[in-house]
Every structure is written in C-alpha cells, then in structure tokens.
C-alpha cells in the first residue's frame, strides 16, 4: 500500500513549540522492555521533546516508546494528550500498526470531543489501509479499514481527512471486489457455476462502481449459460452492454450469447 498520511498541522505545531528544550539525557535507570531507551524521571518539556527528536530522526520506534512515557510519568498535563496521538502516529511510522491503533483509541476513549479527533480516527483506519494482504489471502483486514475509512467520512465530511479516506474507501471496495472475482473465476474453473454466480453477482451489487464489474457481468452471463439458465444470461449481458458498450467484456458476451443462445 501508498503509506501516505496527512498530518495534522495543530499537532506538529504544538510540537514545535518545544523546539528550545533541553534534550534528554538516556543514561541511567531502568530500561522499559522491548526498547532501547533507558528511563528515568524527568520533566516533561526535556521528555517530550526528546521525543520529538527521535522522530525528527525517523527513530521511530523509540520515539514511540518516548512519547508513552510522557503520558506515563506526567498523566495530568495537557502535553500528556499531545503525546498519546505523538505516539499512535510514531507507531504508524514505524509500522507497528497494531500499536497505532491501540494508541489512537486510548486518546479516543479519554478525549472524544478533542479538535485532534479527526487525526485519531484517520490514523487508525490508515493502519488498517496499511495491512491489506493481495486478494490470495483472507480479507477481514480490509473489510476493517472500510469500515475505518467510512468512520472518518461519516463522522468528519469536512475535515482534511475526508477526501484521502473517499479516495482509499474506492481502492479498498476494487480490492475486495478483485477477492471476490478471485474466488468466482475458482468455482468456474471447476464447474461450480451456482457458487461462481454468487460470487460474481456480489460484485455487480456490492462493489458497483469498481474496475471489476464488467468482467463480473461477463462472468455472470457464462455461468448463466453453463446452468442452463439463457434468460438470466440475457438480462447480464443486456446490463453489461448498456453500462459498458464499448468493453471487452460486452463484445465477449455478445459472441457468446450469439454462439449459445442466438434466440435470445
């Protein structure tokens, strides 16, 4: 997938303005597992912005780690807000996408109406985006950042994040709709022509408008005609021609229908 990610302006600012802040020191203390960062108490203006200058230096993972200890040792203070979605969008950088859906939902549960919403949403749909598998595997993962994605188009139709999540939602249903195309042209390699007209008529009426729904209607009109069902074959191909006159699909369809049903 395309990891690209709008960024919320208002928290990049609200880290900037930490830009003169002593560095933190990572001697000493105990080391927090699975890190590399060693932790000791500290203000939180020197935490943060080390935080920050890890993930300026794209340390991901330990920015990450970084801004969780913010929040941690300084749970009160308005930066503690700040760093949760520092932190859920440190993980997504990282491609610790798991973790950056936990963050994004734990700001979420605690700050539901906060401007910074939006962002918290969109992160954790875009990390679904990010762990769709081709159409060969299992596909539960992109039926979650469809609904991740619809999320952020319900709730926010305005905000900056709306039209990345339109455009991502369209690629996601012609991914699910390429799995479903996947598994019907599977069923007609093996004769199964009731299972593949399920398969291919949940395209034509579930993912409508993808790049897939002239070969389904194709598809349809074949295994239709393999059933023995000619009128059926006859209303696909009909849609087919009045939808997609000028395709492959329509001018296969019309040989097929002219050599297999010519009454029709």
Known sequence: MNRKILVSAGLLASVSMLSGCAMLGLGGGGAKPG???R???????????????KLDNKQYEVAAALFDEVERQHPYSPWARRAQLMSAFSYYMAQKYNESIQSSRRFLSIHPGNKDAAYAYYLIALSYYEQMSDVTHDQKISEQALAALGEVQRRYPTSRYSADATLKMDLVRDHLAG???????FYQRRALWLASSLRFREVIDKFDTTTHTPEALYRLTESYLAMGVPEEAKKAAA????NYPGSKWYQRAYDLMQKNAPAA
């Open 35 to 37: 890190s590399n960062t």
């Open 39 to 53: 932790y000791v108490a500290r203000d939180v203006n020197t935490l943060y912005t080390a935080a920050k200058d």
């Open 179 to 185: 799995k479903e195309m996947e598994i019907g042209r």
């Open 239 to 242: 849609v087919l021609g009045a």
